[in-house]
């Protein structure tokens, strides 16, 4: 049980992702990114995995943080691990971030199911063993045929309706796109989905992040005739009081914060202050799947859902073993590219989603990851 070692590997994985200068994803040629698999090691030949960028896992933060905290300690005792590494943050001088939390402790949750053979969500205590997905379209762009126009929007949402979804949610038009953003053509896309697609499906909307509260009210009052569930991110997160003041003046849900910091105590500010009508974690954004449960269980003892921000296997996982979140967030989604093609270091998809829209939570040991090691070994880089 006790952790001996902690290692990072980085290989080269091949996608056709491609991210603007505002970190959006874009469709594009093939290429090859620089990926890291974080490993723990225990005393007894257990490992836990995770995956994450070069910059989240570089030496320093391994070195003078993550070893220090977890070398001869043991592997179950994730919330004292968790919360040491957090205290770090502060004497880190702004090293430390929330997403590496997050590598060491969902390293730590896959240790402990593979250790046990059991799946982490059952682990957790699960809820359900299958999630309705709502597919999370790419943010919109310039390309012929891509997502380009409302009426590009709308064709896209018919092909994922025949996929299997019942519920979509736009990320509209942003900088670096020449003309955008632009509230007006947001309700045009969203319009267009809407006429695409009928009344039954669930729609929502991620928007620019940096509207005023004035073209976010807009936003939202659209949004409310065209009958969308929830409305993300119009306003820059950091101001709290925008937040309460757009959720005063719709009626649409407010779903928030996805990308402030503060983990679950900022959120728990959020929920006390009336800022948002959903709340919203992330296993990214709040540093693991243990800061990421505690939103979870807070929202839910204020009767609010929390909607988990991101796809992949950790993320499916909180979702699985809460009764208060409604999606899985599956995507990004593009019509140039095809989803279920999966990622090059996995056997298998992580999220596999049937003809009727449901995400089957797989039960491999674990957070739930078919990681081909051959793949990465064969693909190592320094
Ligand atoms: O870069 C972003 O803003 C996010 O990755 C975004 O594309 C998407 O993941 C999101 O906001 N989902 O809710
Ligand atoms: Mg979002």
């Known amino acids: 049980m006790i952790i001996t070692d902690v290692q990072v590997r980085h290989f080269l994985s091949t996608t ?33 995995h995770s995956f994450t960028v070069p910059e989240i896992v570089r030496p320093h933060l391994i070195d003078k943080f993550v070893r220090t905290v977890l070398i001869g300690q043991d592997h179950r005792d994730r919330e004292r691990l968790w919360q040491e590494l957090a205290h770090w943050q502060r004497g880190s001088a702004a090293q430390l971030s929330d997403r590496t939390l997050a590598a060491v402790d969902v390293a730590l949750w896959d240790l402990a199911g593979r250790a046990l053979n059991q799946p982490v969500y059952k682990l957790i205590g699960a809820y359900r063993d299958k999630v309705r997905a709502y597919g999370s379209i790419m943010c919109g762009d310039e390309l012929e045929g891509g997502l380009a126009t409302p ?62 509260r004035v073209d976010a009210l807009e936003l939202g009052r659209g949004l409310e005739k065209l009958g969308f569930d929830w409305i993300e991110e119009p306003l820059d997160e950091q101001s709290m009081s925008s937040y309460k003041w757009l959720a005063d003046n719709l009626d649409i849900p407010v ?102 829209g449901w995400v089957h939570v797989p039960d491999r040991p674990g957070i739930g990851e078919d990681i081909n090691f051959d793949f990465i070994e064969n693909n190592r880089v320094t």
């Not at 594009?28 to 490992?47: A, C, F, M, N, Y």
């Open 16 to 48: 056709r992702r491609h991210s603007d200068s505002a970190g959006h994803a874009h469709p594009g040629p093939p290429h090859q990114v620089k990926t890291s698999i974080l490993t723990i090691r225990t005393e007894d030949g257990h490992e836990g």
């Open 151 to 212: 009426e590009d929007y709308g064709r896209f949402a018919e092909t994922l309706v025949a996929r299997g979804y019942t519920g979509i949610k736009l990320h509209t038009w942003m900088p670096p796109v020449s003309w955008a953003p632009d509230v007006r053509m947001d309700l045009k896309a969203c319009a267009a989905v809407r006429e695409a697609v009928g009344p039954d499906i669930h729609l929502m909307i991620d928007a620019f992040h940096w509207y005023s």
């Open 255 to 356: 779903v928030g914060p996805e990308s402030a910091g503060g983990k679950h105590w900022h959120r728990a500010e959020w929920v006390r202050h009336g800022a948002c009508d959903i709340l919203r974690t992330g296993v990214n954004d709040v540093g693991g799947i243990t800061p990421a449960l505690k939103t979870m269980r807070m929202a839910e003892s204020f009767g609010m859902d929390c909607e988990v921000h991101g796809n992949t296997a950790m993320n499916l996982a909180v979702c699985a073993a809460s009764r208060n979140c409604r999606w899985y967030e599956r995507g990004l989604l593009h019509p140039f590219l095809e989803y279920d093609d999966g990622f090059d270091y996995l056997n298998q998809l992580s999220d596999p989603m049937d003809a009727q």
